[in-house]
């Protein structure tokens, strides 16, 4: 492994008027501040036609029953159209009330 000096800085003197006067001189707001939606500050990340991604955890056990759920169907569903259904039931029935 070649070994070399540590290469020198260049210092360069900038008066303590510069200095005042740059942090006098302030910053600027945007012209525009836009105002986002609440549905666009809680979600982060929006896919292809307007879904946003979610995580569920869930316990074994109610897998479980929601496995054994959908095998009773004589269609079986997905897990996911299953908790899409689920959902939607709920919605309407916190809509009704």
Known sequence: MALSKKPT???TSVSEETVTA????????PAVISEKSASEKTHKKVLKGGQVP???RLTPEIV????ELIGKKIIPVS????FMNAIAEQ???EQTE
């Open 22 to 29: 740059l942090i006098n001189k302030g910053g600027s707001v």
């Open 9 to 11: 800085q260049i210092k």
């Open 64 to 67: 479980d029953v929601i496995d």
């Open 91 to 93: 919605i309407k029935r």
């Open 79 to 82: 897990r996911h159209s299953w």
């Open 54 to 56: 979610i995580q569920l």
